[in-house]
């Protein structure tokens, strides 16, 4: 197997000459991630010996957010975490990855968010997330950031905040006229007012089922049956739809059109967090203007990357690395 990346320094690349291209506000979850790598998952019962373990930075919101840095955009990033060492420990390492803290609240008493994952020798995970602090990011905390949020571009989140904040800040995004980005990840009881404004609503298979996207599609599904079902679910599900596909690549859909970006053929070494840079890299380019197509097929490379190192923000690469996967051509804004 050949060595993974190592881009533990996070290697912006030339990034940071993109920053004014777009401005992206992530409001959402974060966790501190403890990882046992192992050859095959345990059986219910059964007892067994990891061949590695890791603790981390992780959280959807926070992953994200580092993914849409490492692409490109200008990221502020909202969120809540305990009073704890984990906190300390996430604080540390999201301004070693160049991510401002500012937004960052510490909650008295609260623990901050912990992910429990099992990684398997075959790049498949298993995760299971304790919200902790992340449950303090009410709708109150979401009024108070009413100008952060009127001065983005596009406004991210994530299925792993409480269902009413995700609601309220989907309405507030669009009042104030920032595109609102929503990965409903995990699947999560959100109104239908408020994924109607999700622009694009961001999915894999399974969240595509859970919001009734291909309810009755079988596994077989393949990639152009998957833009089909997200084109007919413009408008009626949200104002535009991406759905991703693991190995296969993902799909898009707008009131333009519908489009397929299958994803490049590679040896998953930890699919953890793949989604996440995959969404963050869609959110840093649709907010310096790229249309839906061509943000769908940097994010499909960026995903495509994450999958070959281990871990979550260690595993994303910079945005030189991502539109060269891409054969995309760089510029600051495409609008
Ligand atoms: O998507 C991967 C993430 O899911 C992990 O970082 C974990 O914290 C959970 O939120």
């Not at 008295?108 to 919200?131: D, F, L």
């Not at 296969?248 to 059109?257: F, I, L, R, S, T």
Request: charged residues 20%.
């Amino acid at each position: 197997m050949p060595p993974e990346p190592d881009r533990s320094r996070s290697g912006l690349g030339d990034a940071e000459d993109h920053r004014a291209a777009g401005r992206v506000v992530v409001i959402g979850s974060l966790n501190v991630d403890s990882t046992s790598y192992v050859d095959a998952f345990p059986a219910p019962g059964e007892t067994i010996l990891a061949r590695g373990f890791e603790v981390a930075l992780g959280g959807k919101g926070a992953n994200q957010a580092v993914a849409a840095h490492v692409a490109g955009a200008r990221v502020e990033f909202v969120a809540c975490l305990g009073d704890d060492a984990s906190g300390a420990f996430a604080c540390d390492t999201l301004e070693r990855l160049g991510l401002s803290i500012a937004a960052v609240r510490r909650i008295p008493n609260a623990s901050t968010g912990v992910a429990q994952i099992t990684v398997a020798e075959s790049g498949e995970n298993t995760i299971i997330v304790t919200s902790g602090a992340n449950l303090a990011l009410t709708p109150v905390l979401i009024d108070a950031e009413r100008e952060r949020i009127a001065a983005a571009t596009v406004v991210l989140t994530q299925g792993e905040l409480a269902v009413a904040t995700i609601e309220h800040l989907a309405l507030v995004s669009n009042e104030l006229g920032a595109r609102f980005v929503l990965n409903l990840a995990p699947p999560a009881p959100v109104a239908a007012e408020a994924l109607g404004v999700a622009d694009p609503l961001v999915l894999n298979e399974h969240e595509a089922r859970a919001v009734g996207i291909g309810t009755d599609a079988p596994g077989s599904t393949n990639l152009d049956e998957w833009r089909a079902l997200a084109a007919s679910a413009v408008g009626a599900v949200a104002r535009s739809v991406v759905v991703t596909l693991g190995a296969a690549g993902a799909v898009a859909a707008d009131a333009g059109g519908s489009w397929a970006a299958p994803a490049p053929r590679v040896t998953a070494v930890d699919t953890t967090g793949a989604g996440d840079g995959f969404t963050g890299t869609l959110a840093a380019f649709l907010a310096e203007g790229r249309p839906l197509p061509e943000a769908l097929d940097l994010a499909v490379a960026a995903g495509a990357l994450a999958v070959q190192a281990r871990g979550t923000v260690d595993s994303y690469a910079p945005r030189v690395e991502v539109l060269a996967a891409a054969g995309v051509a760089d510029r600051a804004s495409a609008s």
